[in-house]
T-cell receptor, first 108, second 115 residues
Framework: GENVEQHPSTLSVQEGDSAVIKCTYSDSASNYFPWYKQELGKGPQLIIDIRSNVGEKKDQRIAVTLNKTAKHFSLHITETQPEDSAVYFC???????FGSGTQLTVLP | ETGVTQSPTHLIKTRGQQVTLRCSSQ?????VSWYQQALGQGPQFIFQ???????GRGNFPPRFSGLQFPNYSSELNVNALELDDSALYLCASSRQGGAEYNEQFFGPGTRLTVL
């Protein structure tokens, strides 16, 4: 089955700096890669996604890149704000398989 | 539009007992998936229900079972509870019907503690 690895597990940045979270996947048949944000006491919420026929996608301060050859995809958050603090999960679909999560802390 | 709701919010059981968790899907959605999220981990896929039939299953034993009702709501049943079953159980709904994957919307989860 699919295996998704996510790094780093924790990430602290100063407000206004950028944050990058990286994931790798194992199943070359996976063709959809969503990113979720999970705040304390809540379920994961989709923040951005990318399909395998696209290399990059941007939505305001958030961008995702995908390298299908290397089976890598990354989340980039620019101009971070304290409200960006949460746990972020990458995932790969075939069957929705999550990474282990990154606890992002944005320091004011 | 009502989002995905789950009940109860929290539950405490003892080892060997049975538990039923409930999920109401988002309006217009016909598919429900269940996930187990251990502390500090990503959600792990348990199974999915589409048109009241199981439509895919992860690496979970048969004591994890489910149902989907005609109104697309769903139940997750776990028999013979073990300590390792302690986790947040997430339900997600989506609208399936085509070949392309459709976004899943998650509920807030049920926190199960097994003592």
């Amino acid at each position: 089955g699919e295996n998704v690895e996510q790094h780093p597990s924790t990430l602290s940045v100063q407000e206004g700096d950028s944050a990058v979270i990286k994931c790798t996947y194992s199943d070359s048949a996976s063709n959809y890669f969503p990113w979720y944000k999970q705040e304390l006491g809540k379920g994961p919420q989709l923040i951005i996604d990318i399909r395998s026929n696209v290399g990059e996608k941007k939505d305001q301060r958030i961008a995702v890149t995908l390298n299908k050859t290397a089976k890598h995809f990354s989340l980039h958050i620019t101009e971070t704000q304290p409200e960006d603090s949460a746990v972020y999960f990458c995932a790969a679909v075939g069957q929705l398989t999550f990474g282990s999560g990154t606890q992002l802390t944005v320091l004011p | 539009e009502t989002g995905v709701t789950q009940s109860p919010t929290h539950l405490i059981k003892t080892r060997g007992q049975q538990v039923t968790l409930r999920c109401s899907s988002q309006s217009g959605h016909n598919t429900v998936s269940w996930y187990q999220q251990a502390l500090g981990q990503g959600p792990q896929f348990i199974f999915q229900y589409y048109r009241e039939e199981e439509n895919g299953r992860g690496n979970f034993p048969p004591r994890f079972s489910g149902l989907q009702f005609p109104n697309y709501s769903s139940e997750l049943n776990v028999n013979a509870l073990e300590l390792d079953d302690s986790a947040l159980y997430l339900c997600a709904s989506s609208r399936q019907g085509g070949a392309e994957y459709n976004e899943q919307f998650f509920g807030p989860g049920t926190r199960l503690t097994v003592l």
